[in-house]
């Protein structure tokens, strides 16, 4: 993890080089890694799409994506003259040809080693096809590395997650594949790791002795905007929970790794995928909650339904919002919920991780009926990012009352201009080979089967949608999912 390979050479071909992730994301984090020193001359990327543009069309597209997302652009031409584009028809051979052709003479002319990164951000419909064309066309056989990127959604269930793996593994081995999930890029996802395991407070007390329950939010104030068509087939249980919220589940409750080797540490988190209670028929409807978001008020700005959004049915139940209660059953987390909350068009944008921690065995300080402060270990992943301990106190007047009391560390702004965004980190992961942070094919298939489970049930009924108000946390039901159990959200914990 934390090996420091700077200036890899390679050529880096993304497929959909003209589309929205490749100019918000993916060209200002090439850029800034560049500008950083973690890529050097040695580095030609070709952009592929359907549309004919010239190479100098293109870098003009790519200057303007890059000018709005970093603040700093010096050395931009320079790297703008490592920026290539071809047109490309995917379902022609023809197209491939010409692209081996590239890469070879771009190969020669950066001195690139033949290191060959493939990036997919495309339509995964379209994964099969690029990959068995990159075989059996050549570009894959090189002499330097080989590796494909691939975005989500890997499948749209535990079946035509198997098919689509099983074409590609037909042209790149499981250690080549890097199949990305941006939580996992993220420094305070990463963060998690380190706290559990650099620290010697936490460690004693992780476990379903002292744990109560362990909440993961990810909410969003932005709606589905212009994906409607692509989320009307997938909907927050398989564009979030499938993945970003079993991934953090998965890094609060992993066992310590012996290493930090990516095997090592992608061996723990898979066991416990692999742990995960899948739920009966009968239990799904009590421990999930799928809402669907109405009209609202945000910053002062009405907001329109899901259901009258572009690209969506009137008569839609896609979820946009899922709550949940997951258990893990092993030693360490049997009987501690976990539970997962996400959704579009809530109150506000945070991704945050809350410890709950249970009560003295002996409350000393109040009379019998009165509780203290639950102890609480508040994990912000973003907007903010830091750590925060919430503890008891001595109220500073006469007596023995508590108060709560906070500890907070807070990632300084300084810290944060290190990256742009995850993207960065997993793109120089790639490049170092270093598979630590995207999800094996193991962790795909223990949560895909986790969530099928889930969307049979669903299918089954058709819920009562709309059933949240935008600009709030969702339906009520999800509040009652915690507090059946005793518990409550800490929505308003920093
Ligand atoms: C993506 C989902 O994976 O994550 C989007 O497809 C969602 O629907 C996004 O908006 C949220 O990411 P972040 O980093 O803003 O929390």
Redesign the pocket.
């Known amino acids: 993890m934390n090996k420091t390979h700077n200036h890899i050479p390679a050529l880096i071909t993304i497929f959909g080089a003209t589309g929205d992730l490749s100019h918000r994301k993916l060209f200002p984090s090439l850029f800034h890694l560049y500008q950083q020193d973690h890529l050097n001359e040695q580095i030609a990327i070709i952009g592929i799409g359907r549309r004919q543009l010239s190479n100098d069309d293109f870098r003009a597209q790519v200057k303007k994506s890059i000018q709005a997302h970093v603040q700093d652009t010096k050395h931009l031409d320079k790297f703008l003259q490592h920026v290539f584009y071809q047109p490309h028809d995917v379902n022609d051979e023809a197209s491939y040809k010409k692209l081996l052709k590239l890469s070879e003479s771009l190969d020669e002319e950066f001195s690139l080693g033949g290191n060959r990164l493939f990036y997919l951000a495309m339509a995964p419909q379209f994964f099969g096809i690029v990959t068995d064309y990159l075989k059996s066309s050549g570009l894959t056989q090189t002499n330097g590395f080989k590796r494909l990127v691939i975005e989500?959604p890997f499948g749209s269930d535990l079946a035509s997650a198997e098919l689509l793996n099983e074409q590609i593994r037909r042209s790149f081995k499981e250690e080549e594949i890097f199949r990305i999930d941006?939580?996992l890029g993220?420094d305070m996802v990463q963060n998690i790791e380190v706290l559990r395991f650099s620290n010697a407070m936490f460690e004693p007390l992780w476990n379903n002795k002292y744990i109560s329950n362990i909440q993961v939010t990810?909410s969003?104030i932005?709606g589905v905007e212009d994906?409607g068509g692509y989320?009307e087939s997938s909907g927050a249980l398989k564009?979030?929970v499938q993945?970003?919220m079993l991934q953090m589940v998965a890094l609060l409750a992993m066992e310590p790794p012996i290493s930090l080797e990516s095997d090592d540490i992608r061996s723990e988190k898979v066991k416990v995928l692999k742990s995960l209670q899948v739920l009966e028929p009968e239990e799904v409807q009590n421990h999930f909650v799928r809402g669907q978001y109405d009209e609202g008020t945000i910053n002062g700005q009405t907001v329109k339904a899901y259901r009258n959004e572009d690209k969506v049915s009137s008569t839609s139940v896609t979820p946009t919002f899922v709550s949940g209660k997951v258990l893990i059953n092993n030693f360490r987390w049997a009987g501690v919920p976990f539970y997962i909350r996400t959704g579009?068009r809530m109150k506000r944008k945070s991704?945050q991780v809350v410890v709950e921690f249970k009560e003295v065995p002996m409350n000393l300080y109040y009379e019998k009926d009165k509780h203290l402060d639950s102890n609480l270990l508040v994990i912000n992943i973003?907007p903010n990012e830091g750590v925060s301990i919430h503890l008891n106190g001595k109220k500073y007047v006469q007596g023995i009352e508590t108060e709560p009391v906070q500890l907070s560390y807070s990632m300084s702004a300084q810290d944060k201009m290190n990256t742009v965004d995850?993207y960065e980190n997993l793109l120089f992961d790639c490049l170092k080979g270093d598979a630590t942070n995207f999800t094996h094919w193991e962790e795909l298939k223990a949560t895909w089967k986790f969530v099928d489970a889930i969307q049979e049930q669903w299918d089954k009924f058709d819920p009562e949608f709309p059933n949240y108000e935008s600009g709030t946390n969702g339906p009520l039901e999800s509040n009652l999912l915690l507090s059946r159990d005793g518990f409550k959200w800490w929505d308003d914990i920093q």
């Open positions: 989500k941006h939580y993220k990810s969003e932005l994906r989320y564009d979030m993945n970003h579009k991704i973003q995850a």
